[in-house]
Nanobody
Framework: DVQLQASGGGSVQAGGSLRLSCSAT????????IGWFRQVSGKAREGIGC????????YYAESAKGRFTMSRDNAKNTVYLEVNSLEPEDTAVYYC???????????????????WGQGTLVTVSS
């Protein structure tokens, strides 16, 4: 079965950094654009950024520019989201999603992705 999994979350203090990973089984991620999202309990899901199949094209939400960086290592079938200068407001469950479609615009946050991974919880304490 195809499985997409976000991992790397944890508890960190404000100002710290984390690198989240998105990996897959039975799915070659180099054929897929990846979207990163997060959701705070009780709030709507928020798009962070999207990265194209080869990692050349990326799109970031305005709120994510400067602290969030996406990259991918197709040899490891893994996509990364690095978050720096973490703030308590970054506390959320982080998800990755995969689809052959990729848009270098805000539309990549609204697209009905084919695959969603189980999220990974990031907790930032002040």
């Amino acid at each position: 079965d195809v499985q997409l999994q976000a991992s790397g979350g944890g508890s960190v203090q404000a100002g710290g950094s984390l690198r989240l990973s998105c990996s897959a089984t039975e799915l070659s991620l180099d054929e897929y654009g990846i979207g990163w999202f997060r959701q705070v309990s009780g709030k709507a899901r928020e798009g962070i950024g999207c990265i194209g199949q080869y990692g050349v094209y990326t799109y970031y939400a305005e709120s994510a520019k400067g602290r969030f960086t996406m990259s991918r290592d197709n040899a490891k079938n893994t996509v990364y989201l690095e978050v720096n200068s973490l703030e308590p407001e970054d506390t959320a469950v982080y998800y990755c999603a995969a689809d052959r479609y990729y848009s270098d615009s805000e539309r990549c946050f609204r697209y009905p992705y084919s695959y969603w991974g189980q999220g990974t919880l990031v907790t930032v304490s002040s």
